[in-house]
């Protein structure tokens, strides 16, 4: 497939939205037509009103490229658009985009638990994106909202769903500790970071408990049943530039061995509609034997940043299993979950 499909970001000059142009530059199938941007950036090149915080290079193409505003009818020669704004401003925006008969992958969370949005990880429940059919028979518009989970529940799903399809899990205590670029940029202020662990994350501990259960739960009739399952969550921003790991103590129907559960992880595979896109991960899971490892400086770019990587699976004394779970926030838990849910929807037929 040529890269003939337009597309557009929103939000592009912040630490996600440049992660989206960054990740779109020689897509295989999609091609940016326009970058939005608030009032007080509209008009400018991109150049000029982004401050690039991403280690590669700023693609030429994107450079002078003039900011529109985040409006339908400035993105007109567009079909899908990247939605890299905040829950605020997305709550009003992206509903408009949907309306006007776009596509809308979005980072945000406003929408996450509605029941008829997909709340999507291809390779963990690419089944669920036929939701859109009944969004748009719901609210009488052509386009749709999918969206992709928090960058915390992201890897800590995928891991899961290898091991509940195979021992079915019940409960589930986490810790994070994740990285300085999930609080966008200019993010965490350094006097409150340096030589510190912030136990506090606003609004995050009830999004790692409930949407795994979302997209771990099965799409019937009715929309979707939560997985029958128990999250406790605790959530801490550490002096790590990307890279979110997880910490997790489990729970199955019975107990489960440390080599069954490694077998478990390594056997997974992405659903065959998922499994061959531009974005899918290569592999899915990779599991760590060494007894450091996964770390995010060595580790989050495994796959392209678009792998969970995990390690250290042993028994735990109150429950059945602990181990620790890796993945990049902003590529495989932001603008690259949001990319490859694009890539389904057209995989589908759904665009």
């Known amino acids: 497939m040529s890269p003939s499909i337009p597309v557009a970001v929103l939000g592009a000059t912040g630490s996600v939205g440049q992660r989206f142009v960054s990740l779109l530059d020689g897509h295989p199938w999609f091609k940016v037509v326009a970058l939005a941007a608030s009032d007080r950036s509209e008009g400018k090149p991109y150049a000029q009103a982004c401050r690039w915080v991403l280690s590669d290079p700023m693609p030429d193409w994107a450079k002078n490229m003039t900011l529109v505003p985040a409006s339908p009818e400035a993105l007109a020669g567009a079909k899908i658009v990247f939605s890299a704004l905040p829950a605020d401003l997305a709550t009003g925006l992206e509903p408009q985009f949907a309306r006007a008969g776009f596509a809308v992958c979005s980072n945000a969370s406003s929408y996450r638990r509605d029941e008829d949005v997909p709340l999507l990880l291809p390779e963990v429940n690419a089944e669920h994106i036929h939701l859109i059919k009944r969004q748009r028979q719901n609210r009488g518009w052509s386009g749709c909202i999918l969206t992709n989970p928090n960058c915390t529940s992201t890897g800590l799903t995928v891991a899961l769903k290898a091991l509940d399809a195979s021992f079915g899990l019940k409960r589930a205590f ?22 510190n662990v912030i136990p506090y994350i606003g609004g995050e501990e009830d999004k790692v408990e409930w949407e795994p259960r979302k997209m771990l739960g099965k799409l019937g009739a009715n929309g979707i049943e939560l997985l029958d ?110 990319i490859y849910n694009a890539e389904l929807l057209v995989q589908e037929g759904l665009l």
């Open 174 to 195: 986490v810790v994070s500790l994740q990285a300085l670029s999930g609080a966008g940029y200019p993010g965490v202020p350094s006097l409150d970071i340096i030589d």
């Open 229 to 338: 399952a128990k999250f406790s969550a605790h959530t801490n921003r550490v002096a790590v530039i990307d890279g979110h790991i997880v910490c997790a103590s489990v729970e199955f129907a019975s107990p489960v061995s440390p080599a069954d559960a490694v077998q478990a992880l390594l056997s997974y595979r992405t659903p065959s509609s998922a499994a061959n896109l531009p974005s899918s991960p290569q592999p899915v899971i990779l599991y760590r034997e060494e007894a450091d490892r996964p770390q995010p400086r060595m580790d989050r770019m495994t796959g392209k940043g678009m792998t969970t990587v995990v390690g250290r699976v042993r028994p735990d004394p109150l429950f059945h299993l602990k181990f620790v779970v890796l993945s990049h926030n902003t590529i495989r838990g932001a603008a690259g979950g949001s």
